[in-house]
């Protein structure tokens, strides 16, 4: 008996190509039950034509079935469903039930409700998303990539692949880091003081563990990033937030105690305040005095496309206080979730054994992929590409914001991604925002990066990285507008 070419169809919301599509739609079929083995599915021809896509689009999706033993193909007779195909369960499936937990007592910790918002996932498909972080699909080099990633997955790399570093990271990977990234920044480090993470975030979380404790207190910039307060609050120690100014973090108005002091000197989050020389001399001395650790987040250090970045902190350590953070997440993009630390050989050895009771490695497939695209030029090239076409997208929002006379916080004196706004006194920026999302804007409100007990609503953050340079001018147009409304209510 025939599958009915009806039984097929393709999702318009579906992910990737089309010729994956019908491989999957083929063979979550098998699995379910749908199709049983021995059944001919249609021919290539009626079932192109059913789903409107190409003959050679479903043949090769057939083909690639019948490699995985999925289908069998009997001579001029078409496709069949195989004998070695999976089977699907025999045990029937377990009907709903009413959950007897009451989880208000059994959970011993709750990791939820914290201050770092949720970015809609479909940002993409706004017409003006001023949004942060994301990348932008025209700039990145897909085909380099690509290539770095198929060259990973040869026989030569083979081990790099497969193997269980335990607690190591791909010694490419820590070469170039060591020989190429750190040196950037001033830094000289050994292989035992360097240890891959999982993003900043990530190191960010092993540094709260390792370092901090119930009776121990830490320092934060107030504003400061979102996930970084939900970490340390989730450590449960004692937490000071310090106000920023225009030059970052004031080390005049640190607490006369801390243990460690969480900073982003080069590109203040969000402010995007860069703090000068004096002042990183300033807050070693002041370090020094409270004799208290520096955790430097350098997470956007490598978009410094308007003159070249000042000294990381860690360079101008003598005392081996300074944990260095970096990420390649922000410069390649996001998914890839792959950053580092650098520390004293104490810090990381325990860092390291963390990471591995909890991850073991990052996978070594990716260490290996970043390896190559880092090592082989193709990361210095995506960093110039971009650092140029985020030059003219910082210029035409400038331009457009001082045109329409909005209030700018901060932009960066060596470049960055983003511009920190100030709306009129009165305005809730979280309002703002669903307003504006309703006109096809998308806009980050400031409220969830103050620490204080009745933190600001009237900051936004309005990032360029994701939004091409000629719709910048519309959507801060509908900015502009919606800002006035929300101003002066009832006046349009």
């Not at 045109?403 to 920026?429: C, K, N, Y």
């Amino acid at each position: 008996m025939a599958i009915p070419v009806e039984t097929f169809f393709l999702s318009p919301d579906g992910e990737g190509t089309l010729q994956a599509r019908i491989q999957q739609m083929i063979a979550e079929g098998i699995l379910s039950g749908r199709f049983n083995k021995g059944e001919k599915l249609p021919s290539s021809r009626k079932l192109a034509a059913h789903l409107g896509v190409s003959r050679i689009t479903v043949t090769l999706a057939y083909t690639e079935l019948q490699a995985n033993d999925y289908l069998t193909s009997r001579d001029r007779s078409g496709f069949f469903v195989s004998d070695n195909a999976p089977e699907p369960p025999d045990f029937p499936l377990r009907q709903a039930r009413q959950d007897g937990i009451d989880w208000s007592r059994a959970l011993g910790r709750r990791y939820t409700g914290g201050a770092t918002p949720e970015k809609p996932q479909n940002w993409a498909a706004f017409p003006y998303p001023f949004i942060y972080g994301q990348t932008d699909p025209k700039l990145f080099d897909h085909a380099n990539w690509r290539h770095c990633a198929l060259r990973a997955l040869g026989q030569k790399d083979f081990r790099a692949l497969t193997s269980d570093y335990y607690d190591q990271d791909d010694p490419k990977l820590v070469e170039f880091i060591l020989r190429h990234t750190l040196p950037r920044r001033g830094i000289l480090a050994e292989p035992d003081e360097i240890l891959v993470t999982m993003g900043a975030q990530n190191a960010l979380w092993l540094t709260a563990q390792v370092l901090l404790t119930q009776r121990r207190t830490a320092v934060i910039e107030d504003p400061c990033f979102h996930a970084l307060r939900d970490i340390l609050m989730q450590s449960r120690c004692h937490l000071t937030a310090v106000p920023v100014d225009s030059d970052g973090l004031p080390p005049e108005a640190l607490p006369d105690r801390a243990d460690v002091i969480f900073t982003t000197p080069s590109h203040q989050s969000p402010t995007n305040a860069t703090m000068p020389l004096e002042r990183r001399n300033a807050l070693l001395a002041k370090a020094r005095d409270m004799d208290a650790l520096i955790v430097e987040d350098d997470y956007e250090f490598e978009m410094s496309f308007l003159r070249a970045p000042s000294p990381a902190l860690k360079s101008l350590d003598q005392d081996g206080r300074v944990i260095y953070v970096g990420s390649f997440s922000k410069s390649i993009f996001p998914g890839l979730r792959l950053g580092y630390m650098v520390g004293p050989r104490p810090f990381i050895r325990e860092a390291r054994a963390l990471r591995t009771s909890v991850l073991r490695h990052p996978p070594g497939h990716m260490q290996r992929t970043a390896a190559y695209f880092l090592s082989l030029g193709h990361y210095d090239a995506l960093i110039r590409r971009t650092g140029q076409v985020y030059a003219r997208r910082r210029s035409h929002m400038v331009e457009a914001l001082t045109q329409h006379g909005l209030d700018i916080e901060g932009t960066g004196i060596f470049g960055g991604s983003s511009i920190w706004m100030r709306a009129p006194e009165g305005v809730d920026t979280a309002e703002l925002d669903a307003s504006l999302r309703q006109q096809g804007v998308l806009i980050e409100p400031g409220k969830p990066f103050f620490h204080r007990p009745d933190p600001p609503s009237n900051y936004y953050r309005l990032a360029y990285s994701s939004i091409p340079s000629e719709r910048i001018r519309d959507g801060i147009a509908i900015l502009a507008r919606q800002l006035r409304q929300a101003a002066s209510p009832g006046v349009t």
